[in-house]
């Protein structure tokens, strides 16, 4: 038994999840509200002890094991869930290699080294006539005492071995101060202060250990005005958005994150009431940001500032540069590559546009409600590229609306949803004033297929491992590990039977769910080739996992065409497993809204219904599964079934 399947035995998902979620028993299950989104009015929150797991029947509409639900509840990784559950559940993890050791006790040396540079620069703050006027100066920018406490604001005196001979005398050693990245090393030999005679904001990620700093210039003349910490094993600043510890618990509360461009626009903002921003430091917003945020909120909000992103967004295809805040690289708003990332994670990317030479912590302190109003205006991507471009041409002229189209037909063209990309459609061509058939002749150059685009489906999980449906879920993900583009077909066969195709949903447990997450990711990416993707980024606490599942694989060929019947039937009997779990999720749902106290009301009614309308259309789905089944797959005998 592995140490997951020993943690899953010793833990009682009841006890873990009722700790923060007030259940109520109903027949030999439990029900609350769930703590993913806004509810007070509907229990729509389950919980299933004899498989533990959970399921939400409202506004989320999600589900997992007690796995998935602390990663989503906290914000926690695979691996830092594990340890937190074998170490409740006692169930001893495997030791570190001591090059993992060796590692780990490096990261620590460097955090504590970081730790006491926070408290050196709160002292030169709070406690040295040199940090006065610098005090004075964030005071003056709107900022309260106990705002400049909450976010450990400091200040780095204007000395060159100020810091570094603090840390010395504590005893940090001159290699680690370096490796922390708060030195520079001179031309003629030796070190000094990398900061010096600048504000200081301590960069933490996301369970809040310091990771580095960002620092701004005290002398409006000085070069650069910001500046960063260089990369270290700890301080990767496409990985990291200031302020996310203390947003991420606010972001999933409003369901929102909002993504400004400094670090006095999050504090501001969190003074002012809107505690649910961050910031990518100045650095382009990459993919990794957005999964960081997409564990808290699939709704997230660009605060775009008006100079940069008006003429310049036409002017330069769409790319805007923004001002860097270290002046190491160019940032730039892709729309085009925000679609896909939309796309690809599933979310929904919107934009707002600042007022002309307003920030956003400005702009609070004069009128907050003006940030509210902005934020529920907020535009999509494609919508505010095309309000962009229609204001800078004349939308009389043939060529103005022929280049307008062609910058934003692209973007349309990479929009995962069908309906969607539709309305765009629609909606360019009313703007434009063109007959919509003219649009419809456009075909996208080279590019990455949408197939390996579209997002896989998050939403709910389904019931329980059972011994056969394990068994049918290791031969999936052990075939797909060997070869990726298999998915392929499956997604073929599936579309062949109206479904939607394949998704982390068939799969009953989180560590089973992350590998088809990987696999999947392999074809929407074109670095590498697929099969090599997924053997470098499976997460290490899953590899002996993939290992196991694939021992029995070595000499089986995958593309036989008897393999490939067996593979599309073990992957439709997952998705009728699934199907007949939700159902019976759903008649418990049902039953106990038709339990309840409010049964009669108008709002009960409709909520029956609408479990009564998902039924049937889950029903209607698995009876053409059973059909399939029996017919086109009922020969199929290579490898495993899980009838």
Same mark, same amino acid.
């Given at each position: 038994?592995?140490?997951?399947?020993?943690?899953?035995?010793?833990?009682?998902?009841?006890?873990?999840?009722?700790?923060?979620?007030?259940?109520?028993?109903?027949?030999?299950?439990?029900?609350?509200?769930?703590?993913?989104?806004?509810?007070?009015?509907?229990?729509?929150?389950?919980?299933? @002890?004899?498989?533990?797991?959970?399921?939400?029947?409202?506004?989320?509409?999600?589900?997992?094991?007690?796995?998935?639900?602390?990663?989503?509840? #906290?914000?926690?990784?695979? @691996?830092?869930?594990?340890?937190?559950?074998?170490?409740?559940?006692?169930?001893?993890?495997?030791?570190?290699?001591?090059?993992?050791?060796?590692?780990?006790?490096?990261?620590?040396?460097?955090?504590?080294?970081?730790?006491?540079?926070?408290?050196?620069?709160?002292?030169?703050?709070?406690?040295?006539?040199?940090?006065?006027?610098?005090?004075?100066?964030?005071?003056?920018?709107?900022?309260?005492?106990?705002?400049?406490?909450?976010?450990?604001?400091?200040?780095?005196?204007?000395?060159?071995?100020?810091?570094?001979?603090?840390?010395?005398?504590?005893?940090?050693?001159?290699?680690?101060?370096?490796?922390?990245?708060?030195?520079?090393?001179?031309?003629?030999?030796?070190?000094?202060?990398?900061?010096?005679?600048?504000?200081?904001?301590?960069?933490?990620?996301?369970?809040?250990?310091?990771?580095?700093?960002?620092?701004?210039?005290?002398? @409006?003349?000085?070069?650069?005005?910001?500046?960063?910490?260089?990369?270290?094993?700890?301080?990767?600043?496409?990985?990291?958005?200031?302020?996310?510890?203390?947003?991420?618990?606010?972001?999933?509360?409003?369901?929102?994150?909002?993504?400004?461009?400094?670090?006095?626009?999050?504090?501001?903002?969190?003074?002012?009431?809107?505690?649910?921003?961050?910031?990518?430091?100045?650095?382009?917003?990459?993919?990794?940001?957005?999964?960081?945020?997409?564990?808290?909120?699939?709704?997230?909000?660009?605060?775009?500032?008006?100079?940069?992103?008006?003429?310049?967004?036409?002017?330069?295809?769409?790319?805007?540069?923004?001002?860097?805040?270290?002046?190491?690289?160019?940032?730039?708003?892709?729309?085009?590559?925000?679609?896909?990332?939309?796309?690809?994670?599933?979310?929904?990317?919107?934009?707002?546009?600042?007022?002309?030479?307003? +920030?956003? +912590?400005?702009?609070?302190?004069?009128?907050?409600?003006?940030?509210?109003?902005?934020?529920? !205006? !907020?535009?999509?991507?494609?919508?505010?590229?095309?309000?962009?471009?229609?204001?800078?041409?004349?939308?009389?002229?043939?060529?103005?609306?022929?280049?307008?189209?062609?910058?934003?037909?692209?973007?349309?063209?990479?929009?995962?949803?069908?309906?969607?990309?539709?309305?765009?459609?629609?909606?360019?061509?009313?703007?434009?004033?063109?007959?919509?058939?003219?649009?419809?002749?456009?075909?996208?150059?080279?590019?990455?297929?949408?197939?390996?685009?579209?997002?896989?489906?998050?939403?709910?999980?389904?019931?329980?491992?059972?011994?056969?449906?394990?068994?049918?879920?290791?031969?999936?993900?052990?075939?797909? $590990?060997?070869?990726?583009?298999?998915?392929?077909?499956?997604?073929?066969?599936?579309?062949?039977?109206?479904?939607?195709? @394949?998704?982390?949903?068939?799969?009953?447990?989180?560590?089973?769910?992350? $590998?088809?997450?990987?696999?999947?990711?392999?074809?929407?990416?074109?670095?590498?080739?697929?099969?090599?993707?997924?053997?470098?980024?499976?997460?290490?606490?899953?590899?002996?996992?993939?290992?196991?599942?694939?021992?029995?694989?070595?000499?089986?060929?995958?593309?036989?065409?008897?393999?490939?019947?067996?593979?599309?039937?073990?992957?439709?009997?997952?998705?009728?497993?699934?199907?007949?779990?939700?159902?019976?999720?759903?008649?418990?749902?049902?039953?106990?809204?038709?339990?309840?106290?409010?049964?009669?009301?108008?709002?009960?009614?409709?909520?029956?219904?609408?479990?009564?309308?998902?039924?049937?259309?889950?029903?209607?789905?698995?009876?053409?599964?059973?059909? !399939?089944?029996?017919?086109?797959?009922?020969?199929?005998?290579?490898?495993?079934?899980? #009838?």
């Amino acid at each position: 038994m592995s140490v997951i399947d020993q943690v899953k035995d010793r833990i009682d998902a009841v006890e873990i999840i009722g700790e923060t979620v007030k259940l109520r028993k109903s027949g030999k299950n439990y029900t609350g509200f769930c703590p993913f989104h806004p509810n007070k009015r509907t229990p729509a929150f389950a919980v299933f @002890p004899d498989s533990g797991t959970w399921r939400c029947f409202g506004a989320c509409n999600e589900g997992g094991d007690i796995f998935s639900f602390l990663m989503k509840k #906290e914000g926690w990784d695979f @691996p830092e869930t594990l340890r937190y559950l074998a170490e409740r559940a006692g169930v001893e993890l495997e030791p570190l290699s001591p090059h993992q050791e060796e590692q780990e006790e490096e990261r620590e040396r460097l955090r504590e080294a970081l730790e006491a540079a926070v408290t050196f620069f709160r002292h030169n703050l709070l406690q040295t006539p040199a940090g006065e006027p610098v005090l004075a100066y964030l005071r003056s920018r709107g900022l309260k005492d106990e705002t400049i406490e909450l976010f450990e604001i400091g200040y780095a005196p204007d000395s060159w071995e100020g810091l570094y001979s603090h840390l010395v005398e504590r005893g940090f050693d001159e290699a680690d101060i370096v490796e922390a990245g708060l030195l520079s090393e001179r031309e003629s030999g030796g070190y000094y202060d990398r900061f010096r005679h600048r504000v200081m904001f301590p960069i933490r990620d996301v369970r809040g250990r310091v990771a580095g700093f960002g620092a701004r210039a005290v002398d @409006p003349d000085g070069i650069p005005k910001y500046l960063n910490s260089p990369q270290t094993p700890l301080f990767d600043k496409g990985r990291l958005l200031y302020g996310l510890d203390k947003a991420r618990r606010e972001i999933r509360k409003l369901d929102q994150a909002v993504i400004v461009e400094g670090y006095m626009d999050v504090i501001g903002l969190a003074q002012a009431g809107f505690q649910n921003a961050v910031s990518p430091m100045g650095t382009a917003l990459t993919e990794p940001h957005l999964r960081l945020l997409k564990r808290y909120s699939r709704r997230i909000i660009m605060a775009m500032d008006a100079d940069t992103a008006g003429v310049q967004a036409t002017l330069r295809g769409l790319e805007v540069a923004r001002e860097s805040l270290d002046r190491e690289a160019d940032p730039v708003f892709d729309a085009r590559g925000l679609v896909r990332h939309e796309g690809r994670l599933d979310a929904d990317l919107r934009i707002v546009t600042l007022p002309e030479g307003i +920030d956003p +912590d400005e702009l609070v302190l004069e009128d907050p409600t003006a940030w509210t109003a902005m934020i529920d !205006a !907020a535009q999509t991507i494609v919508d505010y590229v095309l309000d962009v471009l229609a204001a800078q041409y004349d939308l009389d002229d043939p060529k103005s609306k022929a280049l307008i189209a062609r910058q934003v037909l692209p973007l349309i063209e990479d929009v995962a949803d069908p309906v969607e990309r539709e309305t765009y459609r629609q909606r360019l061509a009313r703007r434009l004033q063109v007959d919509e058939r003219a649009l419809l002749n456009w075909r996208p150059g080279t590019g990455p297929s949408r197939k390996a685009r579209t997002p896989a489906d998050e939403g709910a999980t389904v019931e329980g491992a059972k011994a056969p449906v394990s068994v049918v879920e290791n031969f999936c993900l052990a075939v797909l $590990l060997k070869d990726p583009e298999l998915l392929y077909q499956v997604d073929r066969a599936f579309q062949s039977m109206d479904l939607d195709r @394949p998704s982390e949903r068939d799969f009953t447990t989180t560590e089973h769910r992350l $590998l088809y997450a990987c696999i999947r990711a392999s074809l929407e990416q074109d670095q590498e080739e697929p099969a090599l993707y997924c053997r470098e980024h499976i997460d290490e606490s899953l590899d002996e996992i993939a290992r196991q599942m694939m021992a029995g694989f070595e000499t089986v060929e995958v593309r036989e065409p008897r393999v490939l019947e067996e593979v599309n039937a073990n992957f439709f009997r997952l998705r009728k497993r699934r199907l007949e779990t939700e159902l019976n999720h759903l008649r418990f749902n049902l039953e106990d809204l038709q339990g309840g106290e409010d049964g009669g009301t108008d709002e009960m009614r409709q909520q029956m219904w609408q479990v009564t309308k998902e039924v049937q259309g889950l029903t209607s789905q698995k009876q053409r599964l059973d059909r !399939a089944l029996k017919g086109r797959w009922s020969n199929s005998n290579v490898m495993v079934t899980g #009838e």
